[in-house]
């Protein structure tokens, strides 16, 4: 099944240089930015420069160095932010995908929230 990608999504202008954004971390094939609406403390959102709409997308279609990059971004990443499990309190990572998982931007990103408990991990539907 072929997947859709809208070059018109907010982070298709964020990777445009159309709307700002605060970056954390740049790289050959990926973007870090903070959360407009950071639900923890810590609230990255990592997203690769290609146009890939969701992780399984990504994970299927993307090159190796894609993979590798975006990969390392977020060790790297987590590193910066002081939430890696060697020295500190770790993390949650989330990737919502379409209609079920709730995607509001049609743009592969993953957040990477810490600084917090974070609760349970799915909340009743809504
Ligand atoms: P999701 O529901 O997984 O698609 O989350 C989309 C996230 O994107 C949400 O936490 C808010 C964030 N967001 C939406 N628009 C912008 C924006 O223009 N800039 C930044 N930095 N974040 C945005």
Request: a negative charge; aromatic letters at 8%; charged letters at 20%.
């Amino acid at each position: 099944m072929a997947y859709t990608y809208d070059d018109q999504n907010i982070f298709a202008k964020i990777l445009r240089g159309e709307i700002p954004n605060t970056t954390v971390l740049e790289t050959d094939h990926t973007l870090a930015f903070r959360d407009i609406e950071p639900q923890a403390p810590v609230h990255v959102l990592v997203i690769p420069k290609g146009a890939y709409v969701s992780y399984d997308h990504f994970a299927a279609q993307a090159s190796d160095a894609e993979i590798v990059d975006f990969t390392r971004a977020i060790a790297k990443i987590c590193q910066m932010e002081d939430i890696t499990l060697d020295d500190n309190d770790g993390f949650r990572m989330i990737s919502n995908a379409g209609a079920h998982g709730v995607q509001e931007v049609p743009h592969l990103h993953v957040h990477i929230l810490g600084g917090r408990r974070m609760g349970r991990m799915v909340q009743p539907a809504g």
